[in-house]
């Protein structure tokens, strides 16, 4: 697996590590789809600042993580866009609102925690 | 130091060594963190157009220096697929014939300093990106 995915109770971390090709890409969002499912995850943390390059593909491709995921009852939330990689996203007029994005892996978990909490706590 | 760069491009890995061949050679001028990332973003646009439109082409990378003595770098990608019926509705966003979010050309111009490109149904595709150093701006940009 290209990207490692540990989990972490009801969320799931994707640590992106190194340069993704666009079959990386594909791979990712199948295995977090699939973890979803086996471990029932109601969060999913894709980590992303190992990438110094988001061209449209790759956010493309974590757009539809999210939304696919939120069709799973799951939400996700993309962590840790370098500076520079937001410019140039912003630059090649990618579309990215629909999309949750924290600065890093601890407000991804906390942005995570708060939006739980309720279903967590109330779910039977 | 006119070193110059040629990749192959077959693959999606193929696209990933191009952007990554480009910051190398970036590393050779004074071009910003911003700008570095900014061209690698615009190779892995066009670099993927190679893949998704023609299969296979080539990028060449290089530095180039305008009679300022300014530096910059300069990327070909060309290839001899299909080529574009219509450029002008290529260069809008939203435009695509490949099933992508049709970003790949009209944001690869937006990321760069120039942008050329040379295309004709049947007559493959050559595409030409500069980004140049700021450092010996003489405070003209276009």
Same mark, same amino acid.
């Given at each position: ?7 972490? $109770? ?8 190194? +340069? ?15 973890? *979803? ?35 799973? /009852?799951?939400?996700? *939330? ?23 994005? +924290?600065?890093?892996?601890?407000? @991804? ?12 706590? $109330? @779910? /039977? | ?11 999606? =890995?193929?696209?990933? %060594?191009?952007?990554?061949? =480009? ?10 963190? %911003? ?5 690698? %973003? =615009? ?33 070909? =990608? ?17 435009? %695509? ?46």
């Amino acid at each position: 697996m290209a990207v490692p995915i540990l989990k972490q $109770g009801p969320v799931l971390i994707a640590s992106i590590q190194t +340069a993704l090709t666009d079959t990386d890409v594909l791979q990712l969002r199948e295995d977090v789809m699939g973890q *979803v499912t086996r471990h029932r995850s109601r969060g999913i943390i894709v980590d992303v600042t190992a990438l110094d390059v988001m061209d449209s593909f790759v956010s493309r491709s974590l757009r539809g993580i999210a939304h696919m995921t939120r069709l799973r /009852g799951a939400e996700t *939330v993309i962590v840790g866009i370098q500076p520079e990689v937001a410019f140039a996203m912003v630059q090649l007029g990618m579309q990215f609102e629909d999309v949750q994005t +924290a600065l890093d892996l601890e407000e @991804g978990l906390a942005l995570l925690q708060s939006q739980l909490k309720e279903p967590l706590a $109330g @779910g /039977g | 130091m006119e070193a110059e760069s040629r990749i192959a491009i077959e693959s999606d =890995a193929d696209v990933v %060594t191009a952007r990554q061949r =480009a910051r190398e050679l970036a590393g050779e001028l004074e071009l910003s963190s %911003t700008d570095r990332t900014l061209l690698a %973003t =615009a190779i892995s646009e066009v670099a993927r157009n190679i893949t998704t439109y023609a299969t296979r082409g080539e990028v060449t990378l290089r530095i180039v220096r305008d009679g300022d003595g300014r530096s910059g770098i300069e990327v070909l =990608a060309v290839d001899n697929g299909p080529g574009i019926e219509d450029i002008e509705r290529a260069l809008q966003d939203g435009f %695509t014939t490949g099933g992508g979010l049709g970003l790949g050309l009209p944001g690869a111009r937006r990321l760069v300093d120039e942008f050329e490109i040379e295309s004709a149904p049947r007559q493959g595709t050559k595409v030409r990106l500069v980004m140049w150093s700021r450092a010996a701006d003489r405070g003209v940009r276009v």
